[in-house]
């Protein structure tokens, strides 16, 4: 078993078990790593997402996938509490107000543990490891005992909070330790970076090597569509003037309700007219209670700018609470005129970075939060406050306003070059790379 030189330790693998049948499933990780794995033929120890299931190890699409068993405790105590309703709000700045409970904290520990081991079973001598995100903050600690001999990386995908808020954590010293188990330590933004060396400083941690890493897309995956599937998609929605675009998962952190209110305070004010938006929002998390609360907010307002401002067989706002195939996605990305991402905070977003990639032409505008992560390299998008709804508003009549100017044209041509050119290949590259250097 202990023969793979290369070992991804995610959350969850990169497949869903579904009808009895492996299918490559969605989500930024996943997006993000899938290619990268194939070409270094590389494993991936994960949870395949069912609890209590049990499997073998398998090959899928060239990678040897190695499930790991999470039972139901596991599923709500480490994943469901304190995964995402304990870092995932702490982290992304309390949003929603995080709960510190005990036995979270010690089946997370528990489960981290189990990853550690199955992590040290697979990879060969003097291998690299790269472990990911929130959900595995404890690994490379864990992992350091179990294998001195192995290089670990690490790499978090959503924002590090300030110092400030980190200290709330019962569990501080506990996370901190694990992390600096690494070897490597990634992050998406300077930001991000800038909290965590602070936050190690005034601890007295021996800081392990950070960087920072923005993560992109596979850019393969989106460019443009024709223009049959365009007209297909517009056609669809009854040919609006403007068309607007959302894509997220279902996550208060993505600001959505934020940007159906700025949309229908634009409509009241009499502001847009010939406009429709589509919102896809993927089922996500449903099981907690703040998940649900919006849920709830998103389709309340989904219905009441349609009962207000749409026409029979006539929507303003189209809503799907599903997943899409990423064709249909391109279709959409590509027809959309306006795309809207507004999250309170992101720790990059590769919703915006895939919209780009579909505009190689210049057509098209992006509105997007200042606390996207993509708002660093993205910097020629419509910035807004998302806590601001006049700025939110502001930012989309900026949008339509400069429609198909030169202006519009220019920057998002030099924004699809950045991305095109900055692609996920590149980040993992920077990433391996900067770990080999420091190989022990
Ligand atoms: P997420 O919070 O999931 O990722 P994001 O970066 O936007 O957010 O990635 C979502 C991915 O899911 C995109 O690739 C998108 O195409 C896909 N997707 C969204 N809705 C979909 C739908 N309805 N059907 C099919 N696919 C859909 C986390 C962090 C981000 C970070 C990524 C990667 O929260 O900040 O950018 O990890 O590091």
Not at 378 to 389: Q, S, T
Request: hydrophobic letters at 40%.
């Amino acid at each position: 078993m202990r023969d793979n030189q290369f070992v991804v330790v995610a959350n969850r693998l990169p497949v869903d078990h579904v009808d009895g049948q492996w299918v490559a499933s969605p989500g930024g990780l996943v997006a993000a790593l899938a290619p990268v794995l194939k070409a270094n033929q590389g494993c991936w120890v994960g949870w395949p997402g069912e609890p209590g299931a049990s499997f073998e190890p398998f090959d899928n699409d060239g990678i040897t996938l190695h499930p790991v068993q999470l039972d139901d405790d596991d599923f709500h105590l480490f994943y469901e509490g304190f995964s995402n309703s304990t870092l995932w709000p702490l982290y992304h700045d309390l949003i929603v107000t995080p709960a510190y409970l005990r036995h979270w904290w010690q089946q997370y520990r528990a489960v981290n543990e189990k990853f550690a081991r199955a992590a040290a079973a697979v990879a060969a001598d003097g291998a690299t490891v790269w472990v990911q995100d929130y959900q595995l903050q404890l690994v490379p600690g864990l992992l350091r005992e179990l294998r001195p001999d192995v290089t670990i990386g690490f790499f978090l995908h959503i924002p590090f909070p300030g110092p400030d808020l980190f200290r709330q954590l019962p569990w501080r010293a506990e996370v901190l330790r694990g992390l600096e188990g690494a070897d490597l330590i990634g992050f998406q933004r300077a930001r991000d970076e800038q909290n965590f060396r602070d936050l190690a400083k005034a601890s007295g941690l021996s800081t392990p090597r950070t960087a920072t890493f923005p993560i992109s897309i596979d850019s393969s995956d989106f460019g443009r569509a024709d223009q049959e599937a365009i007209n297909r998609v517009r056609g669809s929605v009854a040919n609006p003037r403007t068309l607007m675009l959302g894509v997220d998962r279902l996550d208060y952190t993505k600001g959505i309700l934020q940007r159906l209110t700025a949309i229908e305070e634009l409509l009241e004010e009499g502001r847009l007219d010939s406009v429709a938006m589509i919102q896809v929002a993927t089922p996500s998390r449903e099981r907690i209670a703040s998940y649900k609360k919006t849920r709830a907010g998103v389709e309340e307002a989904v219905g009441r700018i349609n009962g207000r401002y749409g026409t029979l067989g006539n929507p303003v706002i189209h809503y799907e609470h599903q997943s899409v195939p990423k064709s249909t996605l391109r279709d959409y990305y590509s027809a959309a005129d306006i795309m809207l991402v507004t999250p309170f905070k992101d720790g990059m977003n590769l919703v915006a970075k895939e919209y780009v990639a579909c505009h190689p032409d210049g057509s098209g505008a992006l509105v997007l939060s200042e606390f996207a992560g993509a708002a660093e390299e993205l910097d020629r998008a419509h910035l807004c406050n998302p806590f601001d709804v006049e700025a939110v508003k502001g930012a989309i009549m900026g949008a339509v306003d400069k429609q198909d100017s030169d202006e519009a044209r220019d920057a998002m041509l030099a924004m699809n070059a950045h991305v095109l050119e900055h692609d996920v290949a590149r980040w993992a590259d920077a990433f391996l790379d900067a770990l080999r250097e420091i190989e022990r």
